[in-house]
């Protein structure tokens, strides 16, 4: 079966930086999009990034373009978030995810979630 894990999160300062990790296994990682998403208490979940899976072209959600910055690692079947320039708004749940699809990924068409990794950013 597919499974991802996230590690990376913890309790920053606002404006810090803090890199996110999800190690996939369980299919051939290098044919996939690959995604981040993230949920606040109280709050849907929203779009945060996402790569193809050459990891040519990425995509950004409106409230962290220029702050963040996604990456991938085929060799070593892993999905990074650089996150910087935090602010207390970031705080959430993070969750990497992935589909059937090989450009494109999103909250609908995400077939596998990994557990979550709490990010904090305090003021």
């Known amino acids: 079966q597919v499974q991802l894990v996230e590690s990376g999160g913890g309790l920053v300062q606002a404006g810090g930086s803090l890199r996110l990790s999800c190690v996939a296994s369980?299919?051939?990682?290098?044919?996939?999009?690959m995604g981040w998403f993230r949920q606040a208490p109280g709050k849907e979940r929203e779009f945060v990034a996402r790569i193809t899976s050459s990891g040519l072209v990425k995509s950004y959600g409106d409230s962290v373009r220029g702050r963040f910055t996604i990456f991938r690692d085929n060799s070593k079947n892993t999905v990074y978030l650089q996150m910087n320039t935090l602010k207390p708004e970031d705080t959430a749940v993070y969750y990497c995810?992935?589909?059937?699809?090989?450009?494109?990924?999103?909250?609908?068409?995400?077939?596998?979630w990994g557990q979550g990794t709490q990010v904090t950013v305090s003021s």
């Open positions: 369980g299919r051939t990682f290098s044919n996939y999009a």
């Open positions: 995810a992935t589909g059937d699809e090989s450009i494109t990924i999103s909250i609908t068409s995400a077939k596998y």
